[in-house]
């Protein structure tokens, strides 16, 4: 990847750490620091809870798309080592092939090494994401937030905080979220070209063993 997508990761692996040792939202960006106790909420009629289960859908949506984010990282390793697994039987085939059967062999293994590297700047891109992920949650955390604060004060419940501050909480998250948006749109188109790079090499392979544009989809 490019030297721009290399600092990005860093920058990632940075935050998640610092996330690890100063809680989930510690030590790195924007962070929830105005809330609503639970009790408060406790004290208001069931009834005019409602208002708020919108907001709590959004983070619930939110918790989702990290975990997908997750599960796309993980499912990328897992291709990545089925392919390097490939690899290596199909370097075992070299061993007394003639001319011909040697250069598919050079051209599967082309193709083959091609996928690991887009494989792995697909991680790096799906890291992106990931940072990205966290960030949209703790913005739908600042809005759920901010609903409870609203409800409370239309109750005329007693409660220290201003409601602005959770009205700029959400200003301030919502500002990083729309910046990080824009590099992961960038960090995309660059994954795309990448991937027009492996499928190149891939369909130089199956072009030379015969197969149709259709069959250069698979392995």
Same mark, same amino acid.
């Given at each position: 990847?490019?030297?721009?997508?290399?600092?990005?990761?860093?920058?990632?692996?940075?935050?998640?750490?610092?996330?690890?040792?100063?809680?989930l939202f510690g030590g790195c960006g924007? /962070?929830?620091?105005? #809330?609503? /106790?639970?009790?408060?909420?406790?004290?208001?009629?069931?009834?005019?809870?409602?208002?708020?289960?919108?907001?709590? #859908?959004?983070? #619930?949506?939110?918790?989702?798309?990290? @975990? /997908?984010?997750?599960?796309?990282?993980?499912? %990328?390793?897992?291709?990545?080592?089925?392919?390097?697994?490939? $690899?290596?039987?199909?370097?075992?085939?070299?061993?007394?092939?003639?001319?011909?059967?040697?250069?598919?062999?050079?051209?599967?293994?082309?193709?083959?090494?091609?996928?690991?590297?887009?494989?792995?700047?697909?991680?790096? +891109?799906? +890291?992106?994401?990931?940072?990205?992920?966290?960030?949209?949650?703790?913005?739908?955390?600042?809005?759920?937030?901010? %609903?409870?604060?609203?409800?409370?004060?239309? +109750?005329?419940? %007693?409660?220290?905080?201003?409601?602005?501050?959770?009205?700029?909480?959400?200003?301030? $998250?919502?500002?990083?979220?729309?910046?990080?948006?824009? =590099?992961?749109?960038? =960090?995309?188109?660059?994954?795309?070209?990448?991937?027009?790079? *492996?499928?190149?090499?891939?369909?130089?392979?199956? @072009? @030379? $063993?015969?197969? /149709?544009?259709?069959? *250069? *989809? #698979?392995?």
């Amino acid at each position: 990847m490019t030297t721009r997508n290399e600092q990005r990761t860093m920058l990632v692996m940075v935050c998640a750490m610092a996330m690890g040792i100063g809680g989930l939202f510690g030590g790195c960006g924007p /962070s929830l620091s105005y #809330t609503v /106790s639970g009790d408060l909420i406790k004290r208001l009629p069931k009834s005019s809870r409602r208002s708020v289960f919108q907001a709590e #859908t959004v983070v #619930t949506i939110a918790v989702d798309r990290k @975990s /997908s984010v997750r599960r796309q990282i993980d499912g %990328a390793k897992r291709e990545i080592d089925r392919t390097l697994e490939k $690899i290596v039987a199909v370097k075992e085939k070299a061993s007394g092939a003639g001319a011909r059967e040697a250069q598919k062999i050079d051209l599967e293994t082309d193709m083959l090494e091609a996928k690991v590297d887009f494989l792995n700047d697909k991680i790096d +891109h799906l +890291h992106v994401r990931l940072e990205l992920a966290d960030m949209e949650l703790l913005l739908a955390k600042a809005q759920f937030e901010l %609903a409870k604060v609203q409800l409370v004060k239309k +109750h005329s419940i %007693a409660f220290d905080d201003d409601e602005q501050d959770f009205v700029d909480q959400v200003k301030d $998250i919502q500002e990083s979220v729309e910046d990080m948006r824009k =590099d992961v749109e960038e =960090d995309e188109a660059e994954l795309k070209r990448e991937e027009q790079r *492996w499928l190149a090499v891939k369909k130089k392979y199956f @072009s @030379s $063993i015969g197969e /149709s544009s259709k069959g *250069w *989809w #698979t392995e």
